[in-house]
């Protein structure tokens, strides 16, 4: 699904993910007049700033205060404007939390929450400033549709999608740049459509956000050294979860490692585990993610790197699951 | 008691000291929120060099002052602080920001030693130290509590739950600063968010407001003598320049935070020096 104007690879490597969301939205602002946007003192940072540029009329910045600016988008969506509203995403998943559960998700207004600095991608601000437990919290919220995109191009195709979607969407997208996973966006982006990035059947890997380019280089690694055929999908939405991607995945490779810059605890690990338990099919499993600590503070790559998220610490989990003795019979009978 | 000339001198040297550690670190760093460290220097200095009832060797006595920096974007003037202080090395300024480091942007009270608050997300601040200054009541101990905010920062409604909390119980053991630096990320705070009259809503809100130029030692000092004497909770006003003390950034919301390379470093040291030398020259006119 092509946004207005089609992204290319060179703009891929000069735009940081959040332009190419700021940008989107600009083009989403002269196409429809409805939008709004707003902001709690992070114009620039979160880059809702470019659509202030060229709408300073629709575009409000309400200073240092989430909650407000929650309540207000959600005032502004009841009398029938679009408010996209951004801010580092641990203010909008837990700063605001009571707004986004009562005065957006309960009313089902459509408002788009696009939250910045996502993960540990502002490794070195710490723990204060690292989200870790969005995805948990909005899982959690009826009616919010809950997306992570992987790159700047994937950004853009789920900001347009999201606007296309009536009701209330959260997406997480990580400060700074990100490696590039798409050079095009015509790769066929759905809300709740996984994208399988590489064919497998020996195990799965599911990946959300800056993990999903990690997965790849892994899958392509392991198949050139251990000769493994490594799935990888991109789950881009984890709600709706795309249950029959995971269930494909269960009977096709009988083995699972997921893979999120997010606690285990609530997020992509928990969504999937709970798709397997209720299929009743038991599977090789690993969580990839925070292991219910918080992060240490450093450079988003290098805190990928220690949490094991990374290339090496997929590959390392992909070679941990395959080696458990796991009965390849497709009888589930005899199965504890 | 009043401020001596010779207090006020080594507190000047010292803040000066300070700021140019708070420089030295971003540029160690690479960036920093530099401006907003500069802006509160002098409150941070003659608290941890003249009023803070702390100990070097026990830095978790139970009996001492505590201080809750709100803004805690700041860690990049606070850290220096702690560091000169001797709660933690000094070489570990060093490695500010990087990673594994003990000190990231915003300081980890169980990583940084002296830190009474893991702050970072706005508005935060002044509950806790509403908090602590409350169980000082509770645990029948004298010590006081002194808070920071940002004025950005204000526009978080907590803070001023906290400042009905402040005035409800009389915390007139806890003391708070305004950083009035007038500037926030996305410009001057009267652009983004109107806050004024802002003495006027902290006076109604029940505080005993003083107003004070918060780069003049000698006038912070004496408002805190006030605020320990007074039956009533204080909050020190204290008019600030993000980025006090280095030219091309006083004053500009733009050095919210900012890179430091080579060239920009020597031209801030020079600026500090300056900077120094007309404070010097103040205290000689002014100081009795
Ligand atoms: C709850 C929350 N929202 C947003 C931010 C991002 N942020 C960091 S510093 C800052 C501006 C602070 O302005 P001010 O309080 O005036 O601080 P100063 O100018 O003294 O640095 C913002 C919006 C944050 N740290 N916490």
Known sequence: ?336 | MSLTKDEWLALEKKAHELRNLCLDTTYWAGSGHIGGGMSCMDILTILYHKYLNIKKDDPDWADRDRFILSKGHAGIAYAPVLCDYGYNDKEQLKTFNLTNSKMGIHLDSNKVVGVDASTGSLGHGLPIAAGTALAARVLKKSYMTYCLTGDGELDEGSNWEAAMTINHYNLNNLITFVDRNHNMIDGNTEDVMKLEPLADKFTSFGFDVKKVDGQNIKELCDAVDYALASPRPVLILADTAKGAGIKMMENNYKWHYGAIDDKLYEECKKDLEEYYQKRVERVEREAK
């Open chain 1, 1 to 336: 699904m092509a946004g207005g104007f089609v992204y290319t690879a060179v703009e891929s490597t000069e735009m940081s993910t959040a332009e190419y969301y700021g940008n989107t939205l600009a083009e989403l602002g002269r196409e429809h007049p409805e939008i709004v946007a707003l902001t709690a003192d992070l114009a620039n940072s979160t880059k809702i700033g470019i659509f202030q540029k060229e709408f300073p009329d629709r575009f409000f910045n309400v200073g240092i205060a989430e909650q407000n600016m929650f309540g207000v988008a959600a005032g502004m969506a009841k009398a029938g404007c679009v408010p996209f509203l951004s801010t580092f995403s641990v203010f909008a998943s837990l700063r605001c939390a009571d707004q986004l559960h009562t005065d957006i998700c309960y009313q089902n207004v459509n408002a788009k929450i696009i939250a910045t600095h996502a993960g540990t991608s502002f490794g070195q601000a710490g723990s204060t400033h690292h989200a870790i437990v969005d995805f948990a919290v909005t899982r959690a919220m009826p009616n919010l549709t809950v997306i992570c995109p992987a790159d700047g191009v994937e950004t853009a195709n789920a900001v347009r999608a999201a606007y296309e979607l009536n009701g209330p969407v959260y997406i997480r997208i990580n400060r700074g740049f990100d490696r590039v996973l798409y050079a095009d966006p015509d790769y066929g982006f759905e809300i709740g459509k996984a994208v399988e990035l590489h064919e497998g059947t020996d195990i799965t890997v599911i990946a959300t956000g800056s993990c999903a380019f990690q997965a790849l280089q892994a899958a392509n690694f392991l198949e050139n050294a251990d000769g493994l055929k490594v799935r990888v999908l991109n789950m881009h939405t984890l709600k709706p979860l795309d249950k029959d991607a995971v269930l494909k995945a269960i009977m096709d490779t009988r083995r699972i490692v997921t893979v999120e810059d997010h606690n285990i605890i609530g997020g992509l690990g928990s969504a999937v585990a709970e798709v397997m338990a209720e299929a009743g099919k038991g599977c090789g499993f690993t969580r990839l993610g925070l292991k219910d600590t918080f992060a240490p503070i450093g450079l988003h790559e290098d805190i990928m790197s220690m949490l094991g998220i990374d290339s090496n610490g997929i590959i390392a989990a992909v070679r941990d699951v395959m080696g458990k003795d796991f009965e390849l019979d497709d009888n589930w009978d005899d199965e504890v």
